[in-house]
DNA sequence: TTGACAATTCGAAGATATTCGATATAATAG
DNA sequence: CTATTATATCGAATATCTTCGAATTGTCAA
C-alpha cells in the first residue's frame, strides 16, 4: 500500500483509536463484548468489542475495519462467527520509518 | 495539532510530495522559480516555484500550504512579496515517534 | 501613483469520506 | 431445518476535501 493511502487510513479519530487499542487489547478489553472474563486475545479482537468501544454503528466500524486492513495496518482472521483483527506491528514502523527517512 | 490533523495534510500526494521536496530544496529547486541560478535556500522555497513543480493551480498550493502549516509541518516566512515555506523537522519527528510510541 | 508580480482569499463544482439503517451472508445452537 | 448471533455489504444522506478561476491584498519599481 502506497504511504498516501497509509495516511488516509489513519486520518480518522475512531480508526485512530481502534489501531491504538489494538496495540494492548489486555488492557483495553478486559471483557469480552458481552462482559466474559477469561478470554484469550491472541488472534485478536472481535468486530463487536470494537463497536461498542467506539459508540459507532455496526456496519461503520466493520467499514473502517476494512480500510485499516487494505492500509495494511491490521490483519483479519475469521474464527467461527467472529471475526478478530489484530494491528500489523511492521506496517506501523513501516510508515514511521518512512516519515523519519523518505519524508 | 492533533495527530489526527497532522495525518490528514499527509493524506495528499501533492502535499507528501511538497513536503519531501522541502526536505531537500537544493536538490529538488537547482533553478529558481524562473530558472535563475545561485539563489539562496536558507528562507525556504517560494509558492511559486512549488506551483510549478506540482503542475497544480497557484491558489490550490496556497491552500495546501495553509493546511500544512496548521498541521505545523511546515513554517512560512514572508520576505518581500514572496512567502518561503520551510519544513518543520521538529513536527515530523514527532509524528513519526507518536506512529511508534504512541500508537 | 500606477502597473506588474506574488500570494492569499473567495465562491463554487465535483469527488470522496463519514455514517447510518436495512439487507444479505455465514456460522452455530437447538 | 430454523432461529439467533456476528459480520459484511448495499444504498443513501450529509459533510468534508479537492481543485479551479476570479477577485483581493500586499509589495516593489518606474
Given at each position: 500500500?502506497?504511504?498516501?493511502?497509509?495516511?488516509?487510513?489513519?486520518?480518522?479519530?475512531?480508526r485512530?483509536?481502534?489501531?491504538?487499542?489494538?496495540?494492548?487489547?489486555?488492557?483495553?478489553?478486559?471483557?469480552?463484548?458481552?462482559?466474559?472474563?477469561?478470554?484469550?486475545?491472541?488472534?485478536?479482537?472481535?468486530?463487536g468489542?470494537?463497536?461498542?468501544?467506539?459508540?459507532?454503528s455496526?456496519?461503520?466500524?466493520?467499514?473502517?475495519?476494512?480500510?485499516l486492513?487494505?492500509?495494511?495496518l491490521?490483519?483479519?482472521?475469521?474464527?467461527?462467527?467472529?471475526?478478530?483483527?489484530?494491528?500489523?506491528?511492521?506496517?506501523?514502523?513501516?510508515?514511521?520509518?518512512?516519515?523519519?527517512?523518505?519524508?
Amino acid at each position: 500500500m502506497e504511504p498516501v493511502d497509509i495516511f488516509k487510513a489513519l486520518a480518522n479519530e475512531s480508526r485512530l483509536k481502534i489501531l491504538k487499542w489494538l496495540g494492548d487489547p489486555e488492557r483495553y478489553f478486559p471483557d469480552g463484548p458481552n462482559g466474559e472474563k477469561h478470554h484469550s486475545m491472541t488472534l485478536g479482537v472481535c468486530v463487536g468489542a470494537l463497536q461498542k468501544k467506539t459508540g459507532l454503528s455496526q456496519s461503520t466500524v466493520s467499514h473502517y475495519l476494512l480500510i485499516l486492513q487494505k492500509a495494511g495496518l491490521v490483519v483479519a482472521s475469521r474464527q467461527g462467527q467472529w471475526t478478530y483483527y489484530k494491528r500489523n506491528e511492521k506496517s506501523l514502523k513501516g510508515i514511521s520509518k518512512y516519515l523519519k527517512e523518505e519524508i
